[in-house]
């Protein structure tokens, strides 16, 4: 099964701060993973397919982007209700692993 | 407006089973894979089952094969998840979602889960 892994694990930053979150995965995946967001006490929510394309309204501070196994979402300004935990998913296989989070605090 | 809406949790004690069902409104439900994603108390999102469109194929994450059975009733745009076996580890809130995906040529493209349910908790416990 493919594994992904998210680094870091939790990161805290201030508004209008340059965010960068890495998910990595155990195999090649092409370009199956998305983003999701999931602010505290709410439903998860779709940021970014096929690695790299936003998903209809959607900020466009949130960027997506691909090398090998390896990929990154980018919040290019953060923030106030950018607080949140984000999740990665592959959707190469079907056994659709979630990377474990990364928790966003705002200073 | 697309819309999920899931009933059927509730407490169950250890090694019963409960059904959850998933009702989609607001779209063609016969066109969309859906999937079910589950999260323990604290914890991150957990993959459980996914089913296509037409109920043709399922999938499950290891932690629930051989326990839970996915259905499908596309006529009554409704999801089910029969659970078995119930144990402590399966207490979260599940989540029906929506695959969106594209046909290209003959090639599925999955992309995301792009419509979510508001959950509904199950809470394993005697």
């Known amino acids: 099964d493919i594994q992904l892994t998210q680094s870091p694990s939790f990161l805290s930053a201030s508004v209008g701060d340059r965010v960068t979150i890495t998910c990595r995965a155990s195999q090649g995946i092409t370009n199956s993973l998305a983003w999701y967001q999931q602010r505290p006490g709410k439903v998860p929510r779709l940021l970014i397919y096929?690695?790299?394309t936003l998903q209809g309204e959607v900020p466009s501070r949130f960027s997506g982007s691909a090398s090998e196994t390896e990929f990154t979402l980018t919040i290019s300004s953060l923030q106030p209700e950018d607080s949140a935990t984000y999740y990665c998913q592959q959707l190469h296989t079907y056994q659709f692993t979630f990377g474990p989070g990364t928790k966003v605090n705002i200073k | 407006q697309d819309q999920l809406v899931e009933s059927g949790g509730g407490v169950v004690q250890p090694g019963r089973s409960l059904r959850l069902s998933c009702v989609g409104s607001?779209?063609?439900?016969?066109?969309?894979?859906m999937h079910w994603v589950r999260q323990a108390p604290g914890k991150g999102l957990e993959w459980v089952a996914f089913i296509s469109s037409d109920g043709s194929n399922e999938n499950y994450a290891d932690s629930v094969k051989g326990r839970f059975t996915l259905f499908r009733d596309n006529s009554k745009e409704t999801l089910s998840l029969y659970m078995n076996s119930l144990g402590a580890d399966d207490t979260a809130v599940y989540y029906c979602a929506r695959l969106k995906w594209d046909l290209i040529g003959t090639a599925h493209y999955y992309h995301g889960l792009d419509v979510w349910g508001q959950g509904t908790t199950v809470t394993v416990s005697s």
């Open positions: 607001g779209f063609t439900f016969s066109r969309y894979p």
């Open positions: 096929a690695a790299s």
